[in-house]
Protein backbone atom coordinates (compact mmCIF):
# COMPACT_ATOMS: atom_id res chain seq x y z
CA UNK A 1 0.00 0.00 0.00
CA UNK A 2 1.57 3.44 -0.82
CA UNK A 3 1.28 6.55 0.47
CA UNK A 4 -0.94 7.48 -2.43
CA UNK A 5 -3.57 4.63 -1.14
CA UNK A 6 -3.49 6.17 1.65
CA UNK A 7 -4.36 9.41 0.90
CA UNK A 8 -6.94 8.23 -1.34
CA UNK A 9 -8.57 5.89 1.05
CA UNK A 10 -8.77 8.87 3.03
CA UNK A 11 -10.58 10.83 0.60
CA UNK A 12 -13.10 8.58 0.09
CA UNK A 13 -14.25 8.40 3.91
CA UNK A 14 -17.89 9.04 4.33
CA UNK A 15 -16.84 12.31 6.50
CA UNK A 16 -14.21 13.56 3.54
CA UNK A 17 -17.07 13.53 1.35
CA UNK A 18 -19.77 15.23 3.25
CA UNK A 19 -17.28 18.04 4.05
CA UNK A 20 -16.67 18.40 0.15
CA UNK A 21 -20.14 18.66 -0.97
CA UNK A 22 -21.65 20.29 1.85
CA UNK A 23 -22.31 23.46 1.08
CA UNK A 24 -21.68 25.29 4.33
CA UNK A 25 -18.92 22.76 5.75
CA UNK A 26 -15.91 24.10 4.54
CA UNK A 27 -16.58 27.66 4.82
CA UNK A 28 -17.14 27.11 8.41
CA UNK A 29 -14.06 25.17 8.69
CA UNK A 30 -11.96 27.55 7.13
CA UNK A 31 -13.31 29.86 9.44
CA UNK A 32 -13.23 28.54 12.72
CA UNK A 33 -9.44 27.30 11.22
CA UNK A 34 -9.29 31.29 10.71
CA UNK A 35 -9.96 31.97 15.02
CA UNK A 36 -7.80 29.05 16.11
CA UNK A 37 -5.09 30.03 14.21
CA UNK A 38 -4.91 33.75 15.08
CA UNK A 39 -5.57 32.81 18.90
CA UNK A 40 -2.34 30.83 18.66
CA UNK A 41 -0.26 33.47 16.88
CA UNK A 42 -2.25 36.04 19.61
CA UNK A 43 -1.12 34.36 22.45
CA UNK A 44 2.29 33.44 21.06
CA UNK A 45 2.78 36.88 20.21
CA UNK A 46 2.61 38.33 23.69
CA UNK A 47 4.96 35.70 25.01
CA UNK A 48 7.30 36.50 22.37
CA UNK A 49 7.33 40.53 23.06
CA UNK A 50 7.55 39.65 26.61
CA UNK A 51 11.33 37.78 26.08
CA UNK A 52 12.16 40.66 24.13
CA UNK A 53 11.19 43.15 26.60
CA UNK A 54 8.18 45.04 24.33
CA UNK A 55 5.75 44.45 27.16
CA UNK A 56 4.09 42.95 29.72
CA UNK A 57 7.89 43.52 31.05
CA UNK A 58 6.00 44.36 35.02
CA UNK A 59 5.31 40.41 34.75
CA UNK A 60 7.78 38.17 35.49
CA UNK A 61 7.94 35.42 32.19
CA UNK A 62 6.76 32.36 34.41
CA UNK A 63 3.49 34.17 35.16
CA UNK A 64 2.80 35.31 32.02
CA UNK A 65 3.14 31.65 30.29
CA UNK A 66 1.92 29.87 32.85
CA UNK A 67 -1.68 32.13 32.10
CA UNK A 68 -1.01 31.94 28.39
CA UNK A 69 -0.05 28.59 27.13
CA UNK A 70 -3.14 27.12 27.71
CA UNK A 71 -4.84 28.62 25.30
CA UNK A 72 -2.01 28.68 22.97
CA UNK A 73 -2.62 24.62 22.91
CA UNK A 74 -6.17 24.82 22.90
CA UNK A 75 -6.23 27.14 20.26
CA UNK A 76 -3.55 25.01 18.09
CA UNK A 77 -5.58 21.59 19.06
CA UNK A 78 -8.47 23.42 17.01
CA UNK A 79 -6.34 25.13 14.38
CA UNK A 80 -5.15 20.93 13.92
CA UNK A 81 -8.63 19.50 14.09
CA UNK A 82 -10.04 22.12 11.70
CA UNK A 83 -6.82 22.43 9.31
CA UNK A 84 -7.10 18.00 9.26
CA UNK A 85 -10.82 18.05 8.48
CA UNK A 86 -9.89 20.78 5.69
CA UNK A 87 -7.23 18.25 4.23
CA UNK A 88 -9.19 15.24 3.91
CA UNK A 89 -11.41 16.71 1.27
CA UNK A 90 -8.70 16.79 -1.46
CA UNK A 91 -5.68 14.67 0.19
CA UNK A 92 -3.49 14.23 -2.75
CA UNK A 93 -3.82 17.92 -4.31
CA UNK A 94 -2.89 19.56 -0.25
CA UNK A 95 -0.05 17.07 0.26
CA UNK A 96 1.46 17.83 -3.53
CA UNK A 97 1.00 21.49 -2.77
CA UNK A 98 4.26 23.36 -2.08
CA UNK A 99 2.60 25.88 -0.22
CA UNK A 100 1.22 23.46 1.94
CA UNK A 101 4.75 21.47 2.57
CA UNK A 102 6.17 25.02 3.05
CA UNK A 103 3.44 25.39 6.10
CA UNK A 104 4.34 21.91 7.23
CA UNK A 105 7.85 22.23 7.54
CA UNK A 106 7.96 25.64 9.12
CA UNK A 107 5.36 24.69 11.74
CA UNK A 108 7.78 21.89 12.48
CA UNK A 109 10.47 24.14 12.39
CA UNK A 110 8.08 26.55 15.06
CA UNK A 111 7.55 23.42 17.40
CA UNK A 112 10.97 22.65 17.82
CA UNK A 113 11.86 26.75 18.03
CA UNK A 114 9.97 26.06 21.01
CA UNK A 115 10.85 22.65 22.51
CA UNK A 116 14.46 24.16 22.65
CA UNK A 117 13.68 27.14 24.32
CA UNK A 118 11.61 25.22 26.93
CA UNK A 119 13.89 21.98 27.90
CA UNK A 120 16.92 24.46 27.09
CA UNK A 121 17.10 27.78 27.40
CA UNK A 122 14.93 28.64 29.88
CA UNK A 123 16.02 25.58 32.44
CA UNK A 124 19.60 27.33 31.92
CA UNK A 125 18.56 30.99 32.75
CA UNK A 126 15.97 30.15 35.54
CA UNK A 127 17.00 33.88 36.76
CA UNK A 128 15.95 35.70 34.11
CA UNK A 129 12.11 35.55 35.34
CA UNK A 130 12.20 39.28 36.86
CA UNK A 131 14.22 41.01 34.58
CA UNK A 132 12.74 43.33 31.14
CA UNK A 133 14.41 41.79 28.19
CA UNK A 134 15.57 37.56 28.64
CA UNK A 135 18.59 36.95 27.75
CA UNK A 136 19.71 36.25 24.36
CA UNK A 137 19.56 32.95 23.62
CA UNK A 138 16.16 33.74 24.89
CA UNK A 139 15.65 36.79 22.44
CA UNK A 140 16.71 34.90 19.64
CA UNK A 141 13.91 31.86 20.17
CA UNK A 142 11.36 34.63 20.25
CA UNK A 143 12.45 36.52 17.04
CA UNK A 144 12.30 32.86 15.61
CA UNK A 145 9.14 32.18 16.85
CA UNK A 146 7.57 35.18 15.09
CA UNK A 147 8.79 34.92 11.90
CA UNK A 148 8.61 31.03 11.84
CA UNK A 149 4.55 31.50 13.12
CA UNK A 150 4.01 34.88 10.36
CA UNK A 151 5.55 32.52 7.65
CA UNK A 152 3.17 29.47 9.02
CA UNK A 153 0.12 32.44 7.88
CA UNK A 154 1.51 33.33 4.74
CA UNK A 155 2.21 30.15 3.10
CA UNK A 156 -1.19 29.36 5.09
CA UNK A 157 -3.19 31.93 2.87
CA UNK A 158 -1.15 30.96 -0.54
CA UNK A 159 -2.39 27.31 -0.04
CA UNK A 160 -6.32 28.92 -0.57
CA UNK A 161 -5.13 30.78 -3.80
CA UNK A 162 -2.86 27.41 -4.98
CA UNK A 163 -5.73 24.39 -4.34
CA UNK A 164 -9.44 23.93 -3.96
CA UNK A 165 -11.16 21.02 -2.20
CA UNK A 166 -13.64 20.82 -4.79
CA UNK A 167 -12.60 17.93 -6.76
CA UNK A 168 -12.87 18.68 -10.59
CA UNK A 169 -13.72 16.72 -13.12
CA UNK A 170 -11.97 17.53 -16.33
CA UNK A 171 -14.12 17.85 -19.58
CA UNK A 172 -13.43 14.78 -21.76
CA UNK A 173 -10.73 15.10 -24.33
CA UNK A 174 -12.74 15.30 -27.82
CA UNK A 175 -12.25 13.18 -30.41
CA UNK A 176 -10.76 13.92 -33.83
CA UNK A 177 -10.24 17.32 -33.13
CA UNK A 178 -7.71 19.37 -35.03
CA UNK A 179 -7.38 22.60 -33.26
CA UNK A 180 -5.52 24.39 -36.46
CA UNK A 181 -8.96 24.00 -37.79
CA UNK A 182 -9.94 27.06 -35.75
CA UNK A 183 -7.08 29.21 -36.66
CA UNK A 184 -8.12 29.11 -40.66
CA UNK A 185 -11.55 28.58 -40.62
CA UNK A 186 -14.88 29.96 -39.20
CA UNK A 187 -16.49 26.85 -38.46
CA UNK A 188 -17.68 27.24 -34.76
CA UNK A 189 -15.80 25.70 -31.84
CA UNK A 190 -17.61 22.66 -30.96
CA UNK A 191 -19.30 22.97 -28.35
CA UNK A 192 -17.67 21.37 -25.10
CA UNK A 193 -18.68 18.05 -23.75
CA UNK A 194 -20.90 17.65 -20.84
CA UNK B 1 -23.03 49.86 -5.17
CA UNK B 2 -22.33 48.14 -8.31
CA UNK B 3 -21.43 51.05 -10.32
CA UNK B 4 -19.51 52.36 -7.35
CA UNK B 5 -17.55 49.44 -7.55
CA UNK B 6 -16.69 49.42 -10.87
CA UNK B 7 -15.64 53.00 -10.69
CA UNK B 8 -13.25 52.16 -8.02
CA UNK B 9 -11.76 49.31 -9.89
CA UNK B 10 -10.62 51.69 -12.32
CA UNK B 11 -8.71 54.12 -9.82
CA UNK B 12 -4.82 53.73 -10.30
CA UNK B 13 -4.50 51.98 -6.53
CA UNK B 14 -6.67 49.34 -7.59
CA UNK B 15 -5.18 48.68 -11.30
CA UNK B 16 -1.67 48.76 -9.16
CA UNK B 17 -3.03 46.20 -6.68
CA UNK B 18 -4.34 44.40 -9.64
CA UNK B 19 -1.62 44.15 -12.03
CA UNK B 20 0.38 42.79 -8.68
CA UNK B 21 -2.44 40.91 -7.22
CA UNK B 22 -0.57 37.51 -7.18
CA UNK B 23 1.72 38.56 -4.70
CA UNK B 24 -0.08 41.66 -3.44
CA UNK B 25 -2.78 40.32 -2.00
CA UNK B 26 -2.00 37.31 -0.46
CA UNK B 27 0.81 39.54 1.45
CA UNK B 28 -1.76 42.58 2.11
CA UNK B 29 -3.97 39.35 3.61
CA UNK B 30 -1.85 38.40 5.96
CA UNK B 31 -0.69 41.30 7.52
CA UNK B 32 -4.94 41.73 7.65
CA UNK B 33 -4.50 37.93 9.45
CA UNK B 34 -1.44 39.35 11.86
CA UNK B 35 -3.76 42.54 12.86
CA UNK B 36 -6.96 39.38 13.42
CA UNK B 37 -4.35 37.75 16.12
CA UNK B 38 -3.63 41.07 18.03
CA UNK B 39 -7.10 42.06 18.18
CA UNK B 40 -8.26 38.96 19.36
CA UNK B 41 -5.49 37.92 21.46
CA UNK B 42 -5.58 41.31 23.27
CA UNK B 43 -9.93 40.91 23.68
CA UNK B 44 -8.99 37.47 25.11
CA UNK B 45 -6.54 38.59 27.66
CA UNK B 46 -8.66 41.49 28.99
CA UNK B 47 -11.83 38.87 29.01
CA UNK B 48 -9.34 36.15 31.06
CA UNK B 49 -8.68 39.11 33.52
CA UNK B 50 -12.43 40.35 34.00
CA UNK B 51 -13.46 36.61 34.50
CA UNK B 52 -11.43 36.26 36.70
CA UNK B 53 -9.32 33.23 34.76
CA UNK B 54 -5.78 35.04 34.37
CA UNK B 55 -4.20 38.14 34.89
CA UNK B 56 -5.00 37.79 38.50
CA UNK B 57 -1.78 39.60 39.61
CA UNK B 58 -2.22 43.27 37.90
CA UNK B 59 -5.41 45.17 38.67
CA UNK B 60 -8.26 45.57 35.70
CA UNK B 61 -6.95 48.63 34.52
CA UNK B 62 -3.48 47.57 34.24
CA UNK B 63 -4.91 44.70 31.88
CA UNK B 64 -6.49 47.22 29.91
CA UNK B 65 -3.80 49.61 29.78
CA UNK B 66 -1.35 47.05 28.45
CA UNK B 67 -3.72 45.77 25.79
CA UNK B 68 -5.91 48.52 24.39
CA UNK B 69 -3.09 50.45 22.56
CA UNK B 70 -2.01 47.19 20.62
CA UNK B 71 -6.06 47.02 19.88
CA UNK B 72 -6.23 50.59 18.67
CA UNK B 73 -2.60 50.16 16.29
CA UNK B 74 -4.13 46.57 15.24
CA UNK B 75 -7.72 48.29 14.22
CA UNK B 76 -5.88 50.65 11.80
CA UNK B 77 -3.31 48.55 10.56
CA UNK B 78 -6.72 46.24 10.02
CA UNK B 79 -8.73 49.26 8.54
CA UNK B 80 -5.70 50.05 6.19
CA UNK B 81 -5.20 46.53 4.75
CA UNK B 82 -8.82 45.94 4.56
CA UNK B 83 -9.18 48.89 2.44
CA UNK B 84 -6.36 48.13 0.22
CA UNK B 85 -8.07 44.87 -0.44
CA UNK B 86 -11.37 46.72 -1.12
CA UNK B 87 -10.02 48.72 -3.18
CA UNK B 88 -8.27 46.07 -5.38
CA UNK B 89 -11.58 44.02 -5.74
CA UNK B 90 -14.80 45.96 -4.59
CA UNK B 91 -17.10 43.80 -5.36
CA UNK B 92 -16.07 41.29 -3.93
CA UNK B 93 -16.30 43.07 -0.46
CA UNK B 94 -19.26 45.72 -1.46
CA UNK B 95 -21.30 43.30 -3.17
CA UNK B 96 -21.20 40.64 -0.66
CA UNK B 97 -23.73 40.41 2.43
CA UNK B 98 -20.56 38.58 4.59
CA UNK B 99 -18.95 41.97 4.30
CA UNK B 100 -21.61 44.41 5.65
CA UNK B 101 -22.47 42.02 8.26
CA UNK B 102 -18.75 42.02 9.62
CA UNK B 103 -19.28 45.64 9.65
CA UNK B 104 -21.73 45.86 11.78
CA UNK B 105 -19.97 43.30 13.97
CA UNK B 106 -17.06 45.50 14.01
CA UNK B 107 -18.91 48.49 14.90
CA UNK B 108 -20.67 46.48 17.97
CA UNK B 109 -17.50 45.19 18.81
CA UNK B 110 -15.72 48.81 18.52
CA UNK B 111 -18.14 50.20 20.93
CA UNK B 112 -18.48 47.88 23.57
CA UNK B 113 -14.47 48.25 23.57
CA UNK B 114 -14.70 52.26 23.80
CA UNK B 115 -17.45 51.66 26.68
CA UNK B 116 -15.39 49.13 28.79
CA UNK B 117 -12.65 52.20 28.37
CA UNK B 118 -14.52 54.91 29.33
CA UNK B 119 -16.30 53.34 32.91
CA UNK B 120 -13.29 51.08 33.68
CA UNK B 121 -11.24 54.49 32.89
CA UNK B 122 -13.28 56.45 35.08
CA UNK B 123 -14.10 54.34 38.08
CA UNK B 124 -11.22 52.47 38.28
CA UNK B 125 -12.19 52.09 42.19
CA UNK B 126 -16.00 50.92 40.95
CA UNK B 127 -14.25 47.46 38.92
CA UNK B 128 -13.04 45.86 42.06
CA UNK B 129 -13.89 42.17 42.13
CA UNK B 130 -17.11 42.40 43.72
CA UNK B 131 -18.11 43.75 40.59
CA UNK B 132 -16.67 41.45 38.20
CA UNK B 133 -17.92 38.51 39.71
CA UNK B 134 -22.11 39.83 38.36
CA UNK B 135 -23.77 37.52 36.13
CA UNK B 136 -24.07 40.59 33.85
CA UNK B 137 -20.64 41.67 33.42
CA UNK B 138 -19.70 37.68 32.48
CA UNK B 139 -22.50 37.78 30.13
CA UNK B 140 -20.97 40.87 28.44
CA UNK B 141 -17.84 39.54 28.42
CA UNK B 142 -18.46 36.12 26.54
CA UNK B 143 -20.46 38.20 24.29
CA UNK B 144 -17.79 40.43 23.30
CA UNK B 145 -16.09 37.36 22.72
CA UNK B 146 -18.68 35.93 20.54
CA UNK B 147 -18.84 39.45 18.39
CA UNK B 148 -15.35 39.13 16.98
CA UNK B 149 -14.96 35.28 16.67
CA UNK B 150 -17.63 36.44 14.07
CA UNK B 151 -16.24 39.14 12.68
CA UNK B 152 -13.31 36.28 11.83
CA UNK B 153 -16.34 34.38 10.51
CA UNK B 154 -17.78 36.79 7.96
CA UNK B 155 -13.92 38.04 6.86
CA UNK B 156 -13.81 34.52 5.73
CA UNK B 157 -17.32 34.23 3.98
CA UNK B 158 -16.89 36.90 2.35
CA UNK B 159 -15.17 34.37 -0.15
CA UNK B 160 -17.73 32.16 0.22
CA UNK B 161 -20.86 34.51 0.28
CA UNK B 162 -23.17 32.24 -1.99
CA UNK B 163 -24.14 30.54 0.96
CA UNK B 164 -26.08 33.06 1.74
CA UNK B 165 -28.37 32.39 -0.55
CA UNK B 166 -30.73 34.63 -1.57
CA UNK B 167 -29.22 37.48 0.83
CA UNK B 168 -26.39 37.88 -1.39
CA UNK B 169 -26.04 40.47 -3.43
CA UNK B 170 -23.30 38.64 -5.99
CA UNK B 171 -22.94 35.30 -7.74
CA UNK B 172 -19.19 34.93 -6.27
CA UNK B 173 -18.29 32.23 -5.67
CA UNK B 174 -14.84 31.31 -6.05
CA UNK B 175 -12.84 30.10 -2.93
CA UNK B 176 -10.01 32.65 -2.03
Redesign the interface.
Given at each position: MTFTDILNAVAAWAVSDYIRGALLAFPLLESAHVVFLTLVFGTILIVDLRLLGVASINRTFGALESDIIKWTWFAFAGAVLTGALMFITNPTVYFENVPFRIKMILLLCAGLNMLIFEQFTRRKYKDFEGTAAAPRPARIAAVLSLVLWTGVIGAGRVIGFTTSHVAVALPPAAENLDFDDFLTSDAPAPAPAQ | MKNFSEWISTTFLSLFIQNNQAWM???I??VH??G???????I??VA?RVLRL??M??SLA?VQS?FFP?LKGAIIALAVTGALLLVAEPARELMSFSFWAKMALIVIGLGIATAFVSTVGRNEAVWDDNRLKQGSIKLATVLTLCVW?GV??M???I??DH?WGSLSPSNHSE??
Open positions: - | IPTQSIVISVVIGSLMLGWDQARWVIFGRLAYVPK
